[in-house]
C-alpha cells in the first residue's frame, strides 16, 4: 500500500481576507475623495455665482455713487434749497 501524502497545514485564510478588506479599503477611500472633490466643486460653483452677484451689486452701486454725486444734481439741489457761493468778504473754512 502506498501512503498519501497529507499537507502539514491547510491553506491559511487569513491572507484573502485582508486583500479583500484592503481592497474594499481603497474603494472606500477613492469613493471619499472623489465625494469631496464633487463638494467643492459644487461650492466653487456658488462662490462664483456669489462673487459675479457681489459684482453686480457694486456695479449698481457705484453708480448710484455717480449718480448722487453728479455735479447737475447738486447744482439742482443747491438752488431748491437757496444755496450758492459765498458773498465776498465771507470767509470759507475747509477742513
Known sequence: MTRRARPAAPPSKIIPAMLAIAIVAAG????MVR???TQEGYRLSAFKIEIR???NSNQRLKLAAAELES???LRA???KYGLGPPAPGHVVVMP
Open 71 to 73: 455735479h447737475q444734481r
Open 53 to 55: 452677484n457681489l459684482e
Open 77 to 79: 439741489l443747491a438752488a
Open 28 to 31: 472606500f477611500a477613492i469613493l
Open 35 to 37: 465625494l469631496e472633490v
